[in-house]
């Protein structure tokens, strides 16, 4: 879902000069269970304490309310009816998790990666230095990394951990310098392959009043698959299980036996509802994906798993490889849930009371006070980005939308459209057609203003937070045969678990059968450019981003691509496309849909 760092933030730089907080889910606690006697409510010092982990994942960088569909959660009534709540936003999340806090003597805050990366013009315009400081003042305790973190490379990635001003940009505010993260970035499972040394820390142990409790923070393994490769030259990224079950026993023999794992790989539960109850029928069977299978093997010496990467909402209970219950949660993404765990922490054993662990995912809702020093660091960074943001691009008719769990996505229709004209010159490549990869289109073109642009322009802070990646254009020969591999790559292989439908540009058109399983689901006899077949033994010219040929997002037969072409960039092509082919008098309709066609 990553792509390559912002190219051009110094020549974009230059132009500078209803429902209330409550618990979501039924509590993640084994049906029967007994908390402990002599339970230390509050945080007494009786001979257990209850300590609240709040938790949240996916970030990205939304610090304003995230807009359009990207900025709701689903609820589900209790007459099975469902609504939507708006939700997000730093000054909302901030009341909220200080609200929590007040009446617990024992919290903790975490993360499970990608706070930054693929963030809105606010923050990805100053390299995310916006998100760290606003983490900062959110009182984050620790975080894993997640795949995001390595957009720009493991030295801005260092730069975020320890400070100081960009190698290029420089400083942004006369007299200050970039501080860095106050609290610390785990990469349990990074590591350098000239020594074989984690990246980052490993683990973090958060400790007050004699109670302390392990930290162990890991991205997905598939990392390298999903971000560009010079980011991560001379990175391994070792298997999640393995990495964390490691870590468990160097914590054990440190004295610290009750741990929880940070881990930026999630799952996917059967509802879209944030209060969906994924434990039914039984613990854990409400919930599908790579984090039911790393759950079921993590040691039982860890206690709890915070998890990410999915953007979803869940908090089940997974067995553990004992059979024993353990809490799984995720916050789903951009700041519009956090999770609020009790773990009870027994003084004598000093370890978690699993079966005393409750869990609840809560919304972020927006009918709350703003907190004050958020809006003003939002306001401050706004006046830097004001110049270049507000600018306007172009003119929608209506929301121009970005479903996650649709194959064909208006957007992407409207994405790939762009990227084919603006490389089908012979001068720029000569494309055929173009393919966009779903994870690189971050949010929606809504019609509705967010400022005081009016309803149905488009700014250009709008259009970098679709496309924040700042990806060059390569235009590349593909075989037939390899475009069809492509297509059945979506759906197989690395991607057959959760299949990554790339949008496409007119006129490429192909049948995805759902009823049948991996690569089998592309119907070849289904593929056509321009109402024509494709030949398999015919070359074709495909515009894509540098992400994808480099093998981006698990499709390794684009790196056999030859004869490129590199060219401007997609934000530069989608902002030409707007302007070309909109204005205030005759808005841009949302693409039609229909070059997917899907059986079910």
């Not at 795949?147 to 100081?164: I, S, T, W, Y």
């Amino acid at each position: 879902m990553s792509a390559t760092p912002h190219k051009n933030r110094r020549r974009i730089l230059a132009a500078v000069a209803g429902l209330t907080t409550v618990g979501a889910l039924v509590a993640a606690m084994p049906a029967g269970a007994q908390e402990p006697a002599a339970h230390g409510h509050g945080g007494g010092y009786g001979r257990t304490v209850d300590v609240q982990l709040l938790s949240f994942n996916d970030l990205h960088g939304n610090l304003e309310p995230p807009a359009g569909s990207a900025g709701r959660v689903t609820h589900t009534n209790e007459d099975g009816t469902t609504k939507t709540i708006d939700a997000g936003g730093v000054e909302y999340l901030a009341t909220h998790l200080r609200e929590a806090r007040k009446d617990s003597r024992y919290s903790v805050t975490a993360a499970a990666g990608d706070m930054i990366g693929a963030s809105p013009l606010l923050s990805g315009l100053f390299h995310d230095e916006p998100t760290i400081e606003t983490l900062n003042k959110l009182k984050l305790d620790v975080t894993s990394v997640g795949n995001h973190e390595f957009d720009e490379g493991a030295k801005e990635l260092a730069r975020m951990q320890k400070g100081g001003c960009h190698p290029t940009d420089g400083c942004y505010e006369e007299g200050k310098e970039f501080k860095g993260a106050d609290f610390p970035y785990l990469a349990a499972n990074v590591t350098e392959e000239k020594t074989g040394k984690p990246l980052l820390d490993p683990y973090f142990v958060w400790k007050k009043n004699g109670v302390k409790i392990g930290f162990i923070g890991v991205t997905l393994e598939g990392t390298p698959n999903i971000v560009s490769a010079e980011g991560i030259k001379g990175l391994k990224f070792g298997d999640e299980v393995e990495t964390i079950n490691k870590y468990a026993k160097i914590l054990e023999r440190k004295g610290v036996k009750s741990i929880v794992a940070l881990i930026h790989e999630g799952g996917a539960p059967a509802s879209p509802s944030y209060n969906y109850n994924c434990d039914s029928p039984g613990p854990g069977d409400g919930v599908s994906g790579p984090i039911a299978d790393i759950a079921k093997k993590i040691s039982p010496q860890v206690d709890a798993l915070v998890t990410g990467h999915t953007h979803q909402a869940y908090a089940c209970t997974i067995p553990d490889p004992s059979g024993k219950p353990r809490t799984v949660t995720s916050a789903a993404s951009f700041g519009k849930l956090y999770t609020d765990t009790t773990l009870t922490y027994d003084r004598r054993t000093n370890d978690i009371v699993r079966t005393a662990v409750a869990s609840a995912n809560h919304v972020v809702t927006r009918d709350v006070p703003k907190a004050d020093d958020m809006t003003k660091l939002i306001a401050r960074w706004n006046t830097l980005a004001a110049p270049v943001a507000s600018r306007p691009v172009g003119y929608i008719s209506a929301d121009i939308d970005n479903p996650f769990d649709a194959p064909e996505k208006p957007l992407g229709n409207l994405i790939a459209d762009a990227q084919l004209e603006g490389t089908a010159a012979a001068d720029k490549g000569g494309a055929q057609l173009a393919i966009m990869n779903p994870g690189g289109i971050r949010a929606a073109l809504v019609h509705k203003a967010t400022g005081s642009e009016g309803d149905g322009v488009v700014t250009y802070g709008e259009a970098f937070t679709v496309q924040p990646f700042t990806n060059m254009m390569n235009v590349v020969d593909l075989t037939g045969a390899q475009l069809i591999t492509t297509l059945k790559q979506q759906v197989s292989g690395a991607n057959q678990a959760t299949p990554k439908i790339l949008q496409v540009s007119k006129g490429f058109t192909y049948t995805l059968d759902l009823t049948k399983t991996g690569a089998d689901r592309i119907v070849e006899s289904s593929v056509q450019l321009n109402g024509e077949a494709i030949d398999p033994a015919k070359t074709y010219r495909v515009a894509m981003n540098e992400f994808l040929a480099g093998g981006g997002d698990g499709f390794a037969v684009l790196k056999e691509h030859t004869n490129k072409l590199v060219g401007a960039s997609d934000l530069d092509l989608l902002n030409a496309y707007m302007a070309a082919h909109s204005s205030a008098s005759a808005p841009l309709a949302p693409p039609a849909t229909g070059r997917i066609t899907v059986v079910k």
